[in-house]
């Protein structure tokens, strides 16, 4: 879609963006729905590829239409996340649009091993992984702290995304400023708490500490990353879409080469401890994320040993290796 607030897509390939009428509700999402079906019609193309549930019907029934091969890519576990779970009717609509359709599908891949198996369970149909990794070439040049307005003298913390919504930690995490004198907290990115997390560090008084910037490029953002002591990554187990979650922020931060403080979800603890790269904290309560920060910043050989460890890490995974998997799949498509 092209929103108001859009960045530019920078991509090597021609793209279209759609000016809709409706921002969101249930009549965005017949509005794009049909919009992308006419788009897809009298579009020529060898295979379609559908982004997550919101995209999957136009592309299904394009697909049928046309003959033409559809493969999907599940972001997330859609049906389950926070903005439909405690919506019940509007849940269900989705979840009737996925029983209809997946059965159906030959070519699907998702972004772990735990929503893969789910699928594979639910529905019978083999899913392979694809995760969303960062491509390994460094930035060529690194602006300092001076440069990005962050403290030479203080431990940096980052919290970064497009998705800083509720229920992912933020809010605890601010609040854990309270208790972390000799800390600074840099938050990059966009989403629905960012307001409410701004007023709160200004009734903490942390406005000294607490830095927000918007949504930005990539390469800028990372540039805040690679100046960074410690990534953070707090979503909760409140749904089953965050349960088996593994945010791009964590492969962002290990390219950075800066450990992680991530709280217990079990694929971003699989990542964590099979690469010794960083801390799970087992608690949201503000003192807890308190506590695992300064256990970290207190331990310089431990946090170098966790830096030096992403190294290897980002050698493992990174886009260089993933993407060949991509390739056979659509390989195997054409």
């Known amino acids: 879609r092209q929103l108001p607030d859009s960045l530019p897509l920078g991509r090597e390939y021609p793209c279209h963006r759609m000016k809709l009428l409706f921002r969101r509700g249930p009549l965005f999402y017949a509005e794009y729905n049909v919009r992308l079906m006419l788009l897809l019609l009298f579009?020529?193309?060898?295979?379609?590829?559908?982004?997550?549930?919101?995209?999957?019907?136009?592309?299904?029934?394009?697909?049928?239409?046309?003959?033409?091969?559809?493969v999907y890519d599940s972001h997330e576990y859609y049906t389950e996340v926070p903005e439909l779970v405690s919506r019940k009717r509007v849940q269900n609509i989705w979840r009737r649009i996925e029983r209809?359709?997946?059965p159906r599908l030959k070519h699907v891949y998702t972004v772990n091993e735990s929503i893969a198996a789910i699928y594979r369970d639910q529905y019978n149909v083999p899913v392979r992984v694809i995760r969303n990794l960062p491509e390994t070439e460094s930035v060529q040049k690194i602006m300092s702290r001076e440069e990005l307005g962050l403290p030479e003298d203080r431990f940096v913390l980052i919290l970064q995304g497009a998705g800083i919504n509720i229920d992912r930690g933020a809010e605890e995490l601010i609040e854990a400023m309270v208790h972390l004198p000799e800390c600074f907290l840099a938050i990059v990115g966009s989403g629905d708490v960012i307001e409410i997390l701004k007023s709160r560090s200004r009734e903490l008084a942390l406005a000294d500490r607490v830095v927000f910037h918007p949504k930005m490029p990539y390469g800028e953002m990372m540039q805040y990353t690679l100046n960074?002591?410690?990534?953070?990554?707090?979503?909760?187990?409140?749904?089953?879409?965050?349960?088996y979650s593994l945010p791009n922020k964590i492969f962002d931060y290990m390219k950075a080469g800066i450990p992680v403080?991530?709280?217990?979800?079990?694929?971003l603890r699989k990542v964590i401890e099979e690469f010794d790269i960083g801390s799970v904290v087992e608690s949201h309560e503000p003192k807890a994320i308190a506590e695992a920060v300064e256990k970290i910043r207190n331990n310089p050989e431990l946090h170098?040993?966790?830096?030096?460890?992403?190294?290897?890490a980002t050698a493992r995974l990174n886009w260089q290796k993933q993407e060949a998997e991509l390739a056979a799949i659509f390989r195997e498509v054409g």
């Open 304 to 312: 170098r040993q966790w830096a030096e460890n992403t190294k290897f």
């Open 228 to 243: 960074a002591d410690l990534g953070v990554t707090l979503d909760k187990d409140t749904n089953l879409n965050y349960r």
């Open 261 to 267: 403080l991530s709280s217990n979800l079990p694929e």
């Open 43 to 70: 579009k020529r193309a060898d295979i379609l590829l559908s982004n997550d549930l919101d995209t999957l019907l136009a592309n299904f029934l394009v697909s049928r239409m046309k003959g033409c091969p559809l």
């Open 100 to 102: 209809w359709i997946f």
